[in-house]
Each structure stands twice: as C-alpha cells, then as structure tokens.
C-alpha cells in the first residue's frame, strides 16, 4: 500500500463547530505532517510528528490540534475557526524527517 | 525568508513548446524533489535527486540537480495539455525540516 489517504474530501463547517480531519497511511513511514495550502501557492507547513512525537509547530493558532494515536493515523482538530482558514488541507508522510513526501488528495475546508 | 526560489512563478504555452522551471537556493540541500500538484488534489512526486550534476528522466521530463547542490532545473519537452499543473520543488537537510519552493503555475494551451 503506497497510498496516503485523508477524509473527508470536502467540508464545510461554520465558526463555532467542532470537526477533526483524519489521515492515514500503511506504508510504515515514522514522519507525518499536516500542511495548509491557499490556491496556486506552496503548501504551508502547520505540524510535524516523528515518531508520534510533535516534532514542530510552525507557530500555528490553537484553534488548530493535531493529534498522532499511532504511527499510521494522524488527526487535526478544528475549533472555532475563522474563513480565512478556508483552504486545502494535505497530509503528507515520509520514512523520515526530510525523506520525499508522499502526500494524500487533501481536504478542502470551507469556514462560514 | 523563501529558502527556495523558483522561476517563472506562472508560465502559459502552447502545446508542443519546450519549457524550463528553475529551482534556486543559497542552501545545500542533501536531496531535492520535484512534485506536480493539479487543481484540488495533492502534490505528486515526480522525482528525487541526490547527486550533484545529477541528471534524471521521465518520459518527457529532464531534472538536473546542480553540482554543489544548491539547485535544479526541470525542463519538459513538447509540453502537452496534460502536463498543466503546479510544479513545485522542495529540499530537505538529513534529519531535518523539508522546504518547498514557491511553485511554478503552467499552463500548456491545446
């Protein structure tokens, strides 16, 4: 299995909900990331996990919560967000830190 | 501070031109990918250089990695429709944070 996968494709929720974001993979790979990106610019990264342990935070809100159960599954808390976290959202793992990424289809999130 | 700088940031060409999408850096970097990234989904990994002056091909794509490691070039020949996307670079230090580059748009007109 080579595939990262991310659900749900699309959501839409509004300020004061409470919704989680889920990624997986089964490649064995012991980095994770989750990164935000805005139409035709570069992904932003927001977490890295190593070894199910937070490895970075890139200064993100906390509004946003990442959570690592396992080495194959990764989750991101939403709460209380505002529009302008409308974007796509990508997982990514690699076998390590700085290894090529592998990226699943992402998740677009609408905030109204 | 953009570690990795990629030129041109949009492109638009007919089908069957050849193009060149730079990737410029200060850093050494120990590898550096080229993904494509179509409209809503995910980048995709096109390929992974580790060797200065490294040279590698994929149907119709060239990557180069430059000799001290600082930077690279893909060049497409006879673009076609299908080749339209975000291509973006990324490196990364061993052990280390993975940067991307700021991506180039291309659009390849029928």
């Known amino acids: 299995d080579t595939e990262v996968t991310q659900t749900p494709k699309h959501l839409v929720m509004g300020m004061t909900n409470k919704k989680s974001l889920k990624c997986e993979q089964h490649?064995?790979?012991?980095?994770m990331y989750w990164y935000k990106q805005k139409a035709k610019k570069p992904p932003e990264l927001m977490f890295v996990?190593?070894?199910?342990?937070?490895?970075i935070n890139e200064s993100v809100p906390s509004r946003f919560s990442p959570e690592c159960p396992n080495s194959s599954l990764l989750n991101l808390h939403l709460h209380a967000l505002q529009p302008e976290d409308s974007a796509l959202y990508l997982c990514?793992?690699?076998?390590?830190?700085?290894?090529?990424?592998?990226f699943g289809p992402g998740t677009r999130l609408t905030v109204l | 501070t953009q570690l990795l700088e990629q030129s041109p940031q949009f492109l638009s060409i007919q089908e069957g031109e050849n193009l060149t999408v730079y990737c410029n850096s200060s850093?050494?970097?120990?590898?550096l990918q080229w993904y494509r990234q179509e409209p809503g989904e995910g980048p995709v990994l096109l390929v992974t250089?580790?060797?200065?002056?490294e040279v590698k091909k994929l149907k119709r794509l060239t990557f180069q990695f430059g000799d001290a490691r600082k930077d690279s070039s893909l060049h497409i020949t006879a673009a076609q429709p299908g080749d339209t996307g975000l291509y973006l670079c990324?490196?990364?230090?061993?052990?280390?944070?993975?940067?991307f580059g700021t991506g180039t748009s291309l659009t390849v007109i029928p």
């Open positions: 850093s050494v970097f120990s590898s």
């Open positions: 490649m064995g790979h012991r980095a």
């Open positions: 250089v580790v060797t200065g002056g």
């Open positions: 990514a793992s690699s076998q390590a830190l700085a290894d090529e990424q592998f």
């Open positions: 990324a490196g990364g230090y061993t052990g280390n944070q993975f940067y």
């Open positions: 996990y190593s070894y199910e342990k937070l490895s």
